[in-house]
């Protein structure tokens, strides 16, 4: 089975710096990697995905992910934070089981931007 | 298009009663997976339907059930609630391709905010 390892639980900024959620991946094949996000009382929001087509993945609201096979990496970056970034954050791999395709989630990272 | 929309929003019920949560799938999509979510265990995947049928099924009691209608709309059944059961239930939808190459994208819904008392 596929699993994901977020490597931060809580991870604090200031606004106007850069953001980095780690994430690393273990997979026996090239896998299909996602970035949700979860704000308070909501559900999951696509933040971004990977599917091979480019290691380096844009997704929305300025975040972007890049895919490092040789460290078995995807971790999620964002050049200048905003205080509506505050949120937790989830790092999931797509595994294919018993005939069909099931999310398994990373434990999380909680986001907090400062002023 | 309209998004994936879950009701209730929120339920109370009490331990030994049984609970029926609905979800309707953005329109065209056929796969409906369902996710509990709790402070301690995170989010864990309960099933996955696909044209009426559970094509996957995650390592929950058999309290937990589920069914897919044929427009896609599906209901998850608990029940003999337990306190253990109180978490937030999300519904994903999906396309529905599989396959280790496939690059099917899950979409969720709100949730539903069950509390057992």
């Known amino acids: 089975a596929q699993s994901v390892t977020q490597l931060d639980s809580h991870v604090s900024v200031s606004e106007g710096t850069p953001v980095l959620l780690r994430c690393n991946y273990s997979s026996s094949y090239s896998p299909s990697l996602f970035w949700y996000v979860q704000h308070p009382n909501k559900g999951l929001q696509l933040l971004l995905k990977y599917t091979s087509a480019a290691t380096l993945v844009k997704g929305i609201n300025g975040f972007e992910a890049e895919f490092k096979k040789s460290e078995t990496s995807f971790h999620l970056t964002k050049p200048s934070a905003h205080m509506s970034d505050a949120a937790e954050y989830f790092c999931?791999?797509?595994?294919?089981?018993?005939?069909?395709?099931?999310?398994?989630f990373g434990t999380g990272t909680q986001l907090k931007v400062e002023l | 298009k309209a998004g994936v929309t879950q009701t209730p929003r929120y339920l109370i019920k009490t331990r030994g009663q049984q609970v029926t949560l609905s979800c309707s799938p953005i329109s065209g999509h056929r796969s409906v997976s369902w996710y509990q979510q709790t402070p301690g265990q995170g989010l864990q995947f309960l099933f996955e339907y696909f044209s009426e049928t559970q094509r996957n099924k995650g390592n929950f009691p058999g309290r937990f059930s589920g069914r897919q209608f044929s427009n896609s709309r599906s209901e998850m059944n608990v029940s003999t609630l337990e306190l253990g059961d109180s978490a937030l239930y999300l519904c994903?939808?999906?396309?529905?391709?599989?396959?280790?190459?496939?690059?099917?994208?899950?979409?969720f819904g709100p949730g539903t905010r069950l509390t057992v008392l």
């Open positions: 999931v791999v797509s595994d294919y089981a018993g005939g069909g395709n099931k999310l398994t």
């Open positions: 994903a939808s999906s396309i529905g391709t599989s396959g280790r190459r496939s690059t099917d994208t899950q979409y």
